[in-house]
């Protein structure tokens, strides 16, 4: 089992960046593959980012890419999330979340497919 903590939320204004953090505690954090998913007010949780366990691949949903970069520190059993040209529309409850590796599948954004979560760190971003 893993604990996550996540941190490095805020309020900015659009334009701005602001870097979250996620601390991993419990067993190997190399172990897992980590995503970062947020959800606003009144909408479904989306996926954002996910990096695999060795930190060689990434993915990115379409609304971020080029703005977000996801990135992992096994030594130091943490996982970022680099936000950049911050937009109103980023505003959202961010948790980050880890996923047992399992061989050489591919990353998923499935929200169900992960095992463990944080509790979330706010993002507000104002116009």
Not at 88 to 110: H, M
Request: with cysteine; hydrophobic share 30%.
């Amino acid at each position: 089992q893993v604990q996550l903590v996540e941190s490095g939320g805020g309020l900015v204004q659009a334009g701005g960046s602001l870097r979250l953090s996620c601390a991993a505690s419990g067993r190997t954090f190399s172990s897992y593959h980590m995503g970062w998913f947020r959800q606003a007010p009144g909408k479904e949780r989306e996926f954002v980012a996910a990096i695999r366990w060795s930190g060689i691949s990434t993915a990115y949903a379409d609304s971020v890419k080029g703005r977000f970069t996801i990135s992992r520190d096994n030594a130091k059993n943490t996982a970022y999330l680099q936000m950049n040209s911050l937009k109103p529309e980023d505003t959202a409850v961010y948790s980050c979340a880890a996923r047992t590796a399992r061989g050489g599948e591919p990353l998923t954004r499935s929200p169900s497919s992960y095992d463990y979560w944080g509790q979330g760190t706010q993002v507000t971003v104002s116009s």
